[in-house]
């Protein structure tokens, strides 16, 4: 059964869909841009069967606030005073994309709260050449298009210390890569693992979406780099 909820930070409303065993460890899963809590509904019964499990909405997205202010760094800072509110001192952290950014900026911030990390089709953190925030489409989305031009910019000029601390990261870290058919530079992936003291690398051959495009090689990748975690 799956429980929608909020807890209120001190700027915004977070909103968040909790499931599975009351007494499994806590995961916490982080969206791509543009995505919400629901993104991994496909594949969360057999990823984490035994976790209890928090997918979060992420600020500007969902059901989460929409306070204006947008930035990684600031979904970093959700997401530990997310934790701090729910009494959550250590948890597994899964982040896509975006959310994989935010993953390993919580964990850089606070090691000690991260006992594993998986980062899906996420690279290294260098600066790219800029191009032209995309129109906003027709009809309603599920967030604030503003956090399309924050996160955009900050990815094209990502902050340096964000590659230097990489060393920071103390969990054991998976790291899930799309494959040539992903728009991520795979060679970037490669060196993001290599950067971290505990970390591996898998590829599957799905491109970005690897969550949604091949669900069930998803799970296989991930779900026993989890399953030791089990207490």
């Known amino acids: 059964m799956t429980a929608h909820r909020t ?3 001190p700027e915004l409303s977070l909103a968040y869909r909790e499931s599975g ?28 069967p035994h976790h209890r499990v928090y997918a979060l909405d992420l600020r500007g997205h969902g059901d ?3 306070p204006g202010r947008y930035a990684v760094e600031l979904m970093r800072d959700d997401v530990l005073g997310f934790l701090d509110a729910l009494g959550l001192e250590r948890v597994d952290l899964l982040g896509h994309s975006m959310g994989g950014v935010v993953a390993y900026l919580v964990a850089q911030e606070r090691p ?7 980062l899906e089709d996420v690279p290294a953190p260098h600066p790219r050449p ?5 129109d906003r489409p ?20 990502p902050d340096p210390r964000w590659l230097e601390r990489m060393t920071a990261i103390t969990a054991p870290t998976l790291v899930v890569a799309g494959g040539p058919a992903s728009h991520v530079p795979q ?37 026993p780099f989890l399953e030791p975690a089990r207490s």
């Open 7 to 9: 807890v209120d930070l």
């Open 21 to 48: 065993p009351a007494d499994g460890p806590p995961l916490v899963l982080l969206h791509a841009l543009g995505e919400r809590a629901t993104d991994w509904d496909d594949v969360l019964p057999a990823l984490a």
């Open 64 to 66: 989460s606030g929409r």
């Open 112 to 118: 000690e709260r991260v006992a594993r990390l998986v």
């Open 130 to 134: 800029a191009s032209p925030v995309p």
């Open 138 to 157: 027709a009809g309603p989305i599920d967030f604030d298009w503003a956090v399309v031009k924050a996160v955009k910019g900050r990815m094209d000029r």
């Open 187 to 223: 060679d970037r992936i490669a060196e993001l693992t290599g950067l971290l003291p505990d970390g591996r690398v898998v590829t599957v051959e799905a491109g970005h979406l690897v969550h949604r495009t091949r669900p069930a090689e998803f799970v296989a990748a991930v779900a």
